[in-house]
């Protein structure tokens, strides 16, 4: 590397939360990966520190986060999230004691999960062409249905009552609408699809409806259309071409990203971001896959997800060429076959891992610094 290259490199530090069941064996993959990147291109330095909040933290602490983790993790750029969920932990108790007490104190409203089929992996959709599947989702990650928001009383009693308030404020709706117009603005086909449901839900998902409309007069370039979510679930099997970018509700987009990932080829290569658009707080990224204890510890699992994930917080950290190149790596490894069985390949994480680390230095090894 020349001594120009070492004055200009930016450099990163990235919290590193592996947490439950394939979470640690993907992080690292991930870590690996970006390692390497980081080496080859000579562009940009990153450093993680670890933080070992788990399930096993919590049975031994009864707590998920240590006093004053939050605090710790504001110092860094980025977080790098494993999974989260054991068996034995309730789920209700695992998400809100970790992920989401990350994601709500963050202000990490804007959930964004891209979908396409990667060159050499192919959609369970008959006749599906690479580019049909090409879809952004933004998914508002701080209220709707997950707000929290409600209770139980009189439990045991055959009158026992349980309540969960969905809740829409007009300052949520208005900056995820926002923020989902200028993802659709900055994409080619410049279209957004407003999920919904105001049929059945008169209230929230109405004002829902009513600032998607009252924003949308800021975005005059963008061309937007509404769907019901039941029938959004259709359109995305029967005419996945008609889509790009989609805005939904914490809970909407939560499945129909799911159901995405799997007309792609497998949940195993979706990425998420959690992002503060605002950047005041470090924004976290994720693979969707969840924590799979069936698979953990057997070497199996894909890492595709978390190095898309990577490839996502680069970008936001302004490494643009760095993530593109990564992703591109990756994609080329798939091309190749060496994919993990939810694609219908043989190889281990370790295989995939070492086999991109191998193409990142094959690929950008003698470009320029």
Same mark, same amino acid.
């Given at each position: ?58 049975? %031994? ?13 504001? %110092?860094?750029?980025?977080? *790098? ?43 369970? *959709? ?18 709707? $249905? ?74 005059? +370039?963008?061309?937007? +259309? ?14 996945? $071409? ?128």
């Amino acid at each position: 590397m020349s001594p120009s290259a070492i004055s200009i490199a930016k450099s990163y530090s990235i919290a590193s939360i592996p947490a439950d069941g394939i979470g640690p064996e993907v992080v690292k993959a991930a870590i690996a990966v970006l390692k390497a990147l980081s080496e080859t291109l000579g562009t940009f330095d990153i450093e993680f520190k670890h933080y070992d909040w788990s399930s096993e933290t919590y049975k %031994k602490t009864g707590k998920y986060i240590p006093d004053g983790g939050l605090e710790s993790l504001r %110092k860094h750029d980025a977080i *790098l999230f494993g999974a989260v969920g054991a068996p034995d932990v309730p789920d209700h108790i695992s998400l809100w004691g970790l992920r989401l007490a990350i994601c709500q104190p963050f202000q990490q409203y804007a959930n964004v999960r891209p979908t396409k089929v990667f060159r050499g992996t192919q959609s369970p *959709l008959r006749n599906c062409k690479t580019g049909d599947l090409d879809w952004v989702i933004v998914r508002e990650n701080s209220e709707g $249905e997950y707000a929290g928001q409600g209770g139980r009383s009189h439990r045991g009693q055959a009158w026992e009552t349980a309540t969960e308030v969905a809740m829409f404020t007009r300052h949520a709706v208005e900056r995820i609408m926002r923020f989902a117009f200028q993802t659709a603005q900055s994409r080619p086909r410049k279209l957004l699809t407003v999920v919904t449901k105001s049929n059945a839900q008169r209230n929230g998902m109405v004002l829902w409806d009513e600032v998607a409309a009252e924003v949308a007069e800021e975005f005059p +370039d963008v061309t937007t +259309d509404k769907m019901l979510v039941d029938a959004m679930t259709c359109r995305m099997v029967l005419k996945p $071409e008609s889509l790009d970018t989609i805005v939904a509700t914490n809970l909407q987009a939560d499945i129909l990203s799911d159901l995405a990932a799997a007309l792609a080829g497998s949940i195993g290569i979706a990425p998420t971001s959690n992002l503060d658009p605002s950047r005041q707080n470090p924004s976290m990224f994720e693979p969707i896959h969840g924590s799979a204890f069936d698979i953990t510890g057997k070497g199996v699992a894909n890492p595709v997800a978390t190095f898309w994930t990577s490839s996502e917080m680069l970008a936001w950290l302004g490494e643009e060429d760095a993530s593109k190149k990564l992703l591109d790596a990756v994609e080329r490894v798939c091309e190749k076959g060496i994919v993990t069985a939810d694609l219908g390949g043989v190889a281990k994480t370790e295989d995939v891992t070492n086999a991109v680390i191998e193409e990142i230095k094959e690929s950008y090894g003698n470009t320029s610094k």
